[in-house]
């Protein structure tokens, strides 16, 4: 039995099935971990729900911030796709909703004891250690599988608060939460949220430094993958230094579709086939 982490799929379901059979995964015996943004820019989205889907309790998914755009899209009044989503195919088809019922019930943070590996999206916000994080992650879950959910994912949208505190509440909380999971890329020197820097670390402006590396990171101490940062590329020891594996190599951009084997670290990587502009997250 194998556990494989794949980095995000984006629509790229042709990568997502050369892969699977490159590490000749079984559903039968191994385990899926997929780091989020199943969706969005690739050319075949609603065929990688569908695959997912499929393959049941052998596949664990964290929730992406272009998966939470698509359930927007499709339970928030007014909310509309942007340039460059490739999301119609998913909302006008027969299975939509049936599809995204199972979408907004998978969680936004991950952890396997037994393994000692923790997946989420984008990062965990440096004032979190790795229960803060869960617990957080476990309020918002809650609330998007509960009766209410398009008014969370109605308020989702915007840059603030940029930074955690305790008494945070509502519409705040749930952003602040959200945000931390799914959009994170880099803070500032005091621990403050900057969801606007993408690129990868060198060509941030004065100030900023990627979330795993901020001084003081409460959650150091977890071994953490995560997916949504497609430029970003660490050496071994900076890896081992920050306890993370980064696993977005951007297949949708033209880059590749990468899988993480737990159990010896090994990877595997199939070459994006339908290259689009790197314009957005």
């Known amino acids: 039995m194998a556990t494989y982490v794949i980095g995000d799929i984006q629509g790229c379901h042709a990568e997502f099935a050369a892969l699977l059979g490159k590490v000749a995964f079984d559903p039968a015996r191994d385990r899926l971990w997929l780091t989020g943004d199943l969706v969005n820019r690739g050319p075949a989205s609603l065929a990688v729900l569908r695959a997912v889907k499929a393959l049941g309790d052998r596949a664990v998914v964290v929730l992406g911030n272009h998966d939470l755009h698509l359930l927007a899209c499709r339970y928030v009044p007014g909310t509309r796709t942007r340039s460059g989503d490739t999301l119609d195919d998913i909302l006008i088809a027969p299975d939509c909703d ?124 977890a071994h953490i993958v995560f997916g949504h940062w497609s430029t970003l590329r660490l050496s071994t020891d900076e890896e081992a230094a920050f306890n993370v594996v980064p696993l977005d190599t951007g297949a949708v951009w033209g880059g590749a579709l990468t899988a993480l084997r737990v159990e010896d670290g090994a990877r595997f990587q199939v070459p994006g086939l339908h290259p689009v502009a790197l314009d957005a997250e």
């Open 98 to 221: 049936e599809l995204l019922d199972w979408l907004r019930c998978r969680p936004l943070i991950h952890h396997d004891a037994a393994l000692k590996l923790t997946m989420v999206h984008a990062g965990i916000p440096p004032q979190w250690t790795l229960s803060d994080a869960l617990a957080c992650a476990s309020e918002v879950e809650t609330r998007l599988r509960g009766a209410q959910f398009a008014d969370d994912l109605a308020r989702m949208y915007g840059n603030l608060p940029d930074v955690w505190h305790n008494d945070l509440r509502g519409a705040q909380r749930v952003r602040f939460i959200i945000n931390g999971l799914t959009r994170l890329r880099y803070v500032t020197r005091d621990g403050r949220m900057d969801l606007k820097a993408k690129g990868p670390p060198g060509s941030q402006r004065g100030g900023l430094q990627p979330w795993f590396a901020a001084s003081g990171r409460r959650s150091l101490g």
